[in-house]
């Protein structure tokens, strides 16, 4: 499973547009990246996968470049409610060797 | 109309006791999983199952014993608890194996062991 690593923390303010990096300089060819969101006192919420360009939902977009060194998390307009743990996950089931790896994850802080 | 569910969602005990965590899915998925939290927030998986079969056995004392008596359950028992073991335990299900496919997460089981 291809390492990652995350800022410590980011602090940001409501209404502003946030990015996360995340940075697996390792990623093999099957590997997908996937974005996971954590209140406190919850468990981890899926966000958003890719594997390759951008991909955009209704919550968040991911854009990966072409070399897939590395991604970003793009939350648009954050709030509040948006102040959360944000981890990057990086691997492929298919790998049976890899281990499923939340590493230490983003704790992003968002100011009034 | 909870899609995970563990319980209990708070245990306290203490140390040489042993415990049981339940936990539970209602969303069909034939995967599920075991993660432990500590206090620095590392999550951390260590067990995971596939229609009943176990495929991920992380490097977990053989205190902790999970069992799956379908798939749509997986419990976790642990035996002679530790100082060490207090921590926040996730259950968390998936259809298909993870990373690749979106993992559902419990609540939560925090333990505390005295």
């Known amino acids: 499973l291809a390492k990652t690593t995350q800022p410590i923390s980011m602090d940001s303010y409501e209404g502003q547009e946030v990015n996360i990096t995340c940075s697996h300089n390792?990623?093999?060819?099957?590997?997908?990246i996937t974005w996971y969101q954590q209140f406190p006192s919850q468990g981890p919420r899926f966000i958003i996968q890719?594997?390759?360009t951008k991909v955009t939902n209704e919550v968040a977009s991911l854009f990966i470049p072409a070399d897939r060194k590395s991604s970003t998390l793009s939350l648009p307009r954050v709030s509040l409610s948006d102040t959360a743990v944000y981890y990057c996950l990086v691997g492929a089931a298919m790998n049976r060797d890899d281990k499923i790896i939340f590493g230490k994850g983003t704790r992003l802080h968002i100011l009034p | 109309d909870t899609a995970v569910s563990q319980t209990p969602k708070y245990l306290v005990t203490q140390m040489g006791n042993d415990k049981s965590i339940k936990c539970e899915q209602n969303?069909?998925?034939?995967?599920m999983y075991w993660y432990k939290q500590d206090s620095k927030k590392f999550l951390k998986i260590m067990f995971s199952?596939?229609?009943?079969?176990?495929?991920i056995n992380e490097t977990v004392p053989n205190r902790f014993s999970p069992k799956s008596p379908d798939k749509a359950h997986l419990n976790l028992h642990i035996n002679s608890l530790e100082l060490g073991d207090s921590a926040v335990y996730f259950c968390?299900?998936?259809?298909?194996?993870?990373?690749?496919?979106?993992?559902?997460f419990g609540p939560g089981t925090r333990l505390t062991v005295l």
């Open positions: 890719g594997y390759k």
């Open positions: 390792n990623i093999a060819t099957n590997d997908y």
């Open positions: 969303l069909g998925h034939d995967t």
């Open positions: 199952y596939n229609n009943k079969e176990l495929i």
């Open positions: 968390a299900s998936s259809f298909g194996l993870a990373p690749d496919n979106e993992q559902f």
